[in-house]
């Protein structure tokens, strides 16, 4: 279509001459329609398609319990992130079904640790058709990477880099800052892909499981890094989410993904101190359940209205009972003892 109105506003350029006023206003007309719709429209091989323009996002924090799993949902491409551990898998391809998605355009396994792309392989198992896959590049030597490997190379997969750019709509973009290429570390969470969405004026910093070092490699390669939320590295652990790496993305609020009760006690209270003291409104799926995150313009809108973790977590508080008590025994014995001298 945009063809033939190129070709018909040709003509009456060439022809204007000859056909006096009409001519003339059919020439205003075309351009000014011409005009509108070009900034719709985008040339994709020979073909024209039309350019998502709503500038609204939305990302899902989909609760799994201990691991990761997020879903970049645009008005041009979706994108899910991490699919926790294979027996998440399930709740991960109902979240996809109550979302009516049926396509992801592309799918990042951050790392290849089993509590991220464990549910992956669900996902690439279903009926969902899956365009393109991201991965570390990093191998493993476990069973879980061998089923999603399997799986994954039937589709167009790419280790991605530094550098890299991935535009979903005319508004939005996720642009790689880890891992280097090659690799630049030994272990799969520092090799993490770690990556900043762009929403207009809005940002997220999505970080996988990357902890100190990696975080060093961002700062020392001066990438921009300041972000409006923080998805916050390896489940929050203490190893991560340093001060300065703090200080230089300077994030309003904070996405811990999480287990209740999980064997690692994440979120560390280190963590979560240094998130606090730095005044990040900070989420925990493992409180809250999935947090939903709506980006439009500079407004961000969470969803539900998910409870802060407070200065002290209230997963904390029965451990303070149990150490309280224990303390009180202790004092009442040795009063007890004094008292029989």
């Not at 006690?265 to 709506?294: C, D, K, M, N, W």
């Not at 809108?301 to 303390?327: C, R």
Request: hydrophobic share 40%; with cysteine.
């Amino acid at each position: 279509m945009l063809c033939v109105l190129h070709n018909s506003f040709t003509r009456v350029a060439l022809d204007h001459t000859s056909m006096g006023k009409k001519g003339t206003f059919l020439l205003f007309f075309l351009s000014m329609l011409l005009a509108a719709i070009l900034p719709f429209w985008s040339m994709k091989g020979d073909r024209y398609v039309v350019l998502a323009t709503t500038t609204e996002v939305t990302v899902h924090f989909i609760d799994v319990g201990q691991g990761d799993s997020m879903l970049i949902d645009t008005s041009g491409s979706d994108v899910l992130v991490d699919g926790g551990t294979q027996a998440s898998g399930s709740i991960v391809l109902t979240y996809l079904s109550k979302m009516n998605i049926t396509h992801i355009n592309l799918m990042v396994a951050t790392h290849m640790d089993a509590d991220h792309i464990g549910g992956l392989i669900t996902v690439l198992s279903s009926t969902i058709h899956v365009d393109k896959v991201l991965t570390n590049g990093m191998a493993s030597n476990t069973v879980t990477y061998t089923n999603f490997m399997n799986l994954a190379q039937s589709h167009t997969m790419t280790a991605t880099h530094r550098g890299q750019t991935y535009v979903l709509t005319q508004t939005t973009n996720l642009t790689i800052l880890n891992p280097t290429q090659p690799l630049q570390f030994t272990d799969q969470n520092d090799n993490s892909i770690v990556m900043r969405l762009q929403i207009g004026e809005t940002s997220f910093l999505l970080t996988g499981d990357a902890e100190a070092d990696a975080e060093q490699s961002m700062l020392s390669a001066g990438l921009n890094l300041k972000s409006n939320v923080l998805k916050v590295g390896h489940h929050g652990s203490r190893y991560a989410t340093t001060d300065q790496f703090l200080n230089s993305v300077s994030p309003s609020y904070a996405i811990i993904s999480a287990g209740k009760d999980n064997p690692y006690g994440h979120p560390h209270p280190e963590a979560i101190q240094r998130l606090l003291s730095h005044g990040v409104t900070t989420y925990g799926t493992f409180q809250s359940g999935t947090i939903v995150a709506t980006m439009e313009g500079t407004s961000i809108t969470f969803q539900d209205s998910p409870q802060p973790i407070p200065e002290f977590p209230t997963f904390a508080i029965p451990s303070m009972i149990m150490l309280a008590l224990l303390l009180a025994v202790v004092v009442n014995k040795q009063g007890r003892s004094k008292a029989t001298r």
